[in-house]
């Protein structure tokens, strides 16, 4: 088929485009191939572990409820894997308190500690790390730690404040420390809510501290 001169001369222009950019085009092309599929692979494999993390999870709630003689055994290995192997996924920070709250109500005051201290100590998990602090705190308080146990309640989320003030004062009554506990309780009322259902027991204490 021939090509008059104004046909001829685009398609010649157009040979020169591809010649001095062709290799650039399919270069670019090949680049957006990849980060595309390396993407979408990224995606599965995230989504792979989150599975993963999530059967653990699982597993570690179904020894807590069900119990039995190896529970204690079940809950710290599985666990121990959500710490290892999926320390930044959410179902190792909750894994953590899970554990703890069962391995307490096991005696194994020890077992939840460990898992207190760890998530204590992640700052990648900032909606249950002053969770942990405050659990720990209390368990600390139960083994008569007082100086440690007052050590993870401070700089305390805006979110926490009134509940670690509580925490603070039932430390510091502990120790016989009445005038302090006394304001840490005070610090707490002002914080929460007149709603909230922790005032009433706060103010239990005020109470009866001021009758002591």
Not at 157 to 170: C, H, N, T, V
């Amino acid at each position: 088929m021939a090509y008059d001169l104004e046909e001829q001369e685009q398609l010649d222009a157009l040979k020169a485009w591809w010649a001095r950019y062709g290799t650039l085009v399919l270069t670019l092309a090949a680049a957006v191939a990849l980060a595309w599929g390396g993407w979408w692979s990224w995606k599965a494999y995230q989504t792979h572990r989150a599975n993963q993390a999530m059967g653990y999870f699982e597993a570690l709630e179904d020894a807590a409820r069900l119990g039995g003689a190896d529970a204690a055994v079940r809950i710290k290995a599985a666990a121990s894997t959500l710490r290892d192997d999926y320390p930044s996924t959410g179902y190792a920070a909750r894994g953590a308190l899970v554990a703890a709250h069962a391995l307490k109500e096991q005696d194994d005051l020890a077992g939840a500690r460990e898992q207190l201290e760890w998530l204590a100590a992640q700052s990648k998990h900032p909606a249950l790390q002053p969770v942990a602090r405050v659990r720990l705190a209390g368990l600390l308080l139960d083994q008569k730690q007082y100086d440690a146990a007052l050590a993870q309640l401070n700089n305390p989320p805006a979110a926490f404040a009134a509940l670690y003030a509580d925490r603070r004062g039932d430390i510091l009554a502990a120790q016989g420390k009445h005038e302090e506990a006394r304001k840490a309780w005070q610090a707490a009322l002002d914080s929460l809510d007149a709603a909230d259902p922790l005032r009433q027991a706060v103010q239990l204490k005020l109470d009866a501290l001021s009758g002591a």
